[in-house]
Nanobody
Framework: QVQLVESGGGLVQAGGSLRLSCAASGSIFSIYSMGWYRQAPGKQRELVATISSGDSTDYADSVKGRFTISRDYAKNTVNLQMNSLKPEDTAVYYC??????????????WGQGTQVTVSS
């Protein structure tokens, strides 16, 4: 069984910064991609940023230049540094691990979510 544990959410004023962290644990052989998605009230879950093996990154247009994703392959962790936060960044942020290879095969996994609230 693979578990993703997130930390770092909270309340911040517009223009401020937060750093989200996510750690994957379990009988993991490898993880192809790790990333962050978010879901605001009444909206669909959307991609924020992902980082794949080889450090290939992908960002939503709305966060480019403000958010930076990084990954520690040895520790199976992923971080999201969020700067210049805006009220529209308010959402529950979910960590995702894609193509996780374990003793049972491979699958995708999600964290429980962490709330980010940006006040104006």
């Amino acid at each position: 069984q693979v578990q993703l544990v997130e930390s770092g959410g909270g309340l911040v004023q517009a223009g401020g910064s937060l750093r989200l962290s996510c750690a994957a644990s379990g009988s993991i052989f490898s993880i192809y991609s790790m990333g962050w998605y978010r879901q605001a009230p009444g909206k669909q879950r959307e991609l924020v940023a992902t980082i794949s093996s080889g450090d290939s990154t992908d960002y939503a247009d709305s966060v480019k230049g403000r958010f930076t994703i990084s990954r520690d392959y040895a520790k199976n962790t992923v971080n999201l540094q969020m700067n210049s936060l805006k009220p529209e960044d308010t959402a529950v942020y979910y960590c995702n691990a894609g193509m996780v290879i374990t003793t049972s095969g491979y699958d995708d996994y999600w964290g429980q979510g962490t709330q980010v609230t940006v006040s104006s």
